[in-house]
């Protein structure tokens, strides 16, 4: 079955105190070896991806870089505004978290994106991904998009209705017949996030 893997980046070297947004920081020491492990880990998960595609920030692009690595180097590369993370505009640096009421009533005043724009363009990807015939696709991009994603598809029995977007985490979408989240990733981290109370 044709499926997208969405991938959050690595931790990042950022100052930037609070919500990140779009602010282009690299990667971390630490982001770096989490992206290798987590490289390490797909490439251990038959068959071979067809491609990795990454959002357009540089800590996105080093993370697909790094798991390219593992690869030898061999997969395709493409880069996609369309997984790029979700632009808050006025709140970059500014708040630690945002509730969703909050946000979606003052996303114009402050000069932000909304939600119904991100998710729109996250499903044009998922179709475009769709489209290729594909089988399998790693997709790097961002926590709070990739949040959105995973609150508007329907899960796979068992598999609770949110989760922590964690760095080197994510889920997998299945692309054919619908859309839908069929798995978490890396597997056990579902064990792992119940035992820490996350879920």
Known sequence: MPEAIFVRHGHTESTIEGIKGRSDVSLSEEGMKEMLMTGLLLSTQPPLPDRIVASPLIRARQSAQIINSVYKNSLPME???????????????????????????????????????????????????????????????????????????????????????????GFVVSLEPVFQVTALFPDGILEEMKEMDLV
């Open 79 to 169: 880069v996609s505004e369309d997984v790029n993370e979700l632009d808050v505009g006025d709140w970059t640096g500014k708040a630690k978290a945002l509730a969703f009421q909050e946000y979606e009533e003052n996303w114009q005043a402050m000069h932000a994106e909304s939600f119904e724009s991100a998710q729109k363009r996250i499903v044009r990807e998922l179709e475009r991904l769709a489209q290729t015939g594909s089988q399998k696709n790693i997709v790097l991009s961002h926590s709070i998009l990739m949040t959105l994603l995973y609150a508007m598809l329907p899960k796979a029995e068992g598999l609770p209705e949110m989760i922590p977007m964690m760095n080197g985490c």
